[in-house]
């Protein structure tokens, strides 16, 4: 069974610049969380999509959106892009049931802010 | 107070002996809670789930939870220089629309060979 796809895995941007970012979950995982990970802040949460619909929020600026495809396939977007941007982005995917159920995370894309 | 502590270590132990990974957490509400280790610059990878009060042992890893004391923890026998990592702590409940899981900030882990 494929593991959490993460595309692109780098990418270097400069300040002001927008960014779109792809996760394709686990076949049958239907929730998609996104995290922001950097060395002095570990991981802080963005956002959670269930069928379509983001249902969890994190405390990120508008900058940073998100959706999700009929597919599961999510995507997340970050606008005006400022140096501390600069971060790896996880996506996680999980199966929904009676109890949440484990993510399981992608590689990950390193963004860098130049 | 953080929703879900660890101490940020380095936590140093010989190759062989147990480590000892701690993790306490705020909300009473909690129902599920998972370890994973993150090597540095690669993504997290699950080690462990635990739902229920007692230990769950998978291999030479051990993770117990206190529903009362709020505590979970994470015992790794044997230790190997391999197992140097961080290892994060994720607990996770019931929330408007589905789950809500946190994170901590994690522990780093040094086996020395």
């Known amino acids: 069974k494929a593991g959490v796809t993460q595309t692109p895995r780098y990418l270097i941007k400069t300040r002001g610049q927008q960014v779109t970012l792809s996760c394709s979950p686990i076949?049958?995982?239907?929730?998609v969380s996104w995290y922001q990970q950097t060395p002095g802040q570990g991981l802080q949460f963005l956002f959670e999509y269930f069928s379509e619909t983001q249902r969890n929020k994190g405390n990120f600026p508008g900058r940073f959106s998100g959706r999700q495809f009929s597919n599961s396939r999510s995507e997340m977007n970050v606008s005006t892009l400022e140096l501390g941007d600069s971060a790896l982005y996880l996506c996680?995917?999980?199966?929904?049931?009676?109890?949440?159920?484990?993510?399981?995370f992608g590689d990950g894309t390193r963004l860098s802010i130049l | 107070q953080k929703e879900v502590e660890q101490n940020s270590g380095p936590l140093s132990v010989p190759e062989g002996a147990i480590a000892s990974l701690n993790c306490t957490y705020s909300d009473r509400v909690s129902q599920s809670f998972f370890w994973y280790r993150q090597y540095s610059g690669k993504s997290p990878e699950l080690i462990m789930s635990?739902?229920?009060?007692g230990d769950k042992e998978d291999g030479r890893f051990t993770a117990q939870l206190n529903k009362a004391s709020q505590y979970v923890s994470l015992l790794i026998r044997d230790s190997q220089p391999s197992d140097s990592a961080t290892y994060l702590c994720?607990?996770?409940?019931?929330?408007?629309?589905?789950?809500?899981?946190?994170f901590g900030a994690g522990t780093r882990l040094f086996v020395k060979a």
């Open positions: 994720a607990v996770s409940r019931a929330d408007t629309g589905g789950f809500k899981t946190i």
């Open positions: 635990i739902y229920s009060n």
């Open positions: 996680a995917s999980s199966l929904e049931g009676l109890r949440n159920q484990p993510q399981h």
């Open positions: 076949s049958g995982h239907r929730s």
